[in-house]
């Protein structure tokens, strides 16, 4: 297997083909925009309890708790990932303190 570099025009078409991946902190503000909009529109004047707006209303509030989970899952992983970023500088801390 060589070491070499792709060429441009190869790594265009790669491009193209897979997409940019949407960091997290991205995905956060698209996922809280996306729940704001839901809100809106689930609790928007135009629906009066009346059967010819509880299907649409409820189908809004489906999809705003569904976004709502997504998001809590989002935020969980941040916490994780900024627990193990602590831990793994408190261990650097440590070592560097044992090797005086």
């Given at each position: ?9 190869e ?8 997409p ?18 839901l809100h ?39 916490e994780?990932a900024?627990?193990?970023?602590r831990?793994?500088?408190l261990?650097?801390l ?7």
């Amino acid at each position: 297997m060589s070491n070499s570099t792709v060429p441009p025009e190869e790594s265009q078409d790669n491009a193209a083909a897979s997409p940019k991946k949407i960091s997290r902190d991205e995905l956060e503000r698209m996922t809280s925009q996306l729940i704001r909009t839901l809100h809106k529109r689930s609790t928007a004047h135009r629906f009066k309890p009346s059967p010819d707006t509880d299907s649409p209303r409820l189908q809004y509030a489906r999809a705003c708790i569904a976004a709502i989970q997504a998001y809590g899952g989002l935020l969980k992983d941040s916490e994780i990932a900024e627990l193990e970023k602590r831990i793994n500088e408190l261990e650097q801390l440590k070592e560097g303190r044992n090797r005086q």
